[in-house]
């Protein structure tokens, strides 16, 4: 199965942009289901750690992943480290219709270990399909209304 690749506008600088969408203290702002996140110590660099409290089934579980790309303001990613699922995410920001416009691509992968290899056809890749969408519009809601 193909990666969930989602895009949207958004009529801010790509720096405030990068810098909203890849801090993990604001991710509870615009995604579903993120009920906490930060980052570890020090200063965010390739190989940092990234966590992130999600509410999964009813109760709240922490993921971490590491930062795998910075190079800000254009691209971010990280890769899950640990549990049955383990996501890939890839952000790019790049300008678009000047310089105060920008657009944001998500790419969202995931694999599974043990129960998460039943669980990410069946469960995780369609619930996250349907988030995708909506995180993007709360993103893009969030983002313009800031002054």
Known sequence: MGSIVSQVDIERR???VFDYVTDPTRFTEWQE???GGHMGEGPTAVGSMCMTKRRIGGSERE???????LDPPRAWAVHGV???IRSRVNVT???????E???VTIDLDFEG??????LVPLL???QSRKEMQRNLARLKARLESAE
Do not use: C, L, M, Y
């Not at 993921?63 to 790309?69: L, M």
């Not at 920001?93 to 310089?99: F, K, T």
């Open 101 to 103: 416009a920008s657009k």
């Open 124 to 126: 995780v890749r369609p």
């Open 82 to 84: 640990d549990g049955p």
């Open 93 to 99: 920001v790049e300008p678009v219709g000047g310089p």
């Open 113 to 118: 270990h043990g129960i998460g290899k039943i």
């Open 33 to 35: 289901n993120v009920t």
């Open 14 to 16: 790509p720096q405030e």
């Open 63 to 69: 993921f971490t992943s590491e930062v795998t790309v």
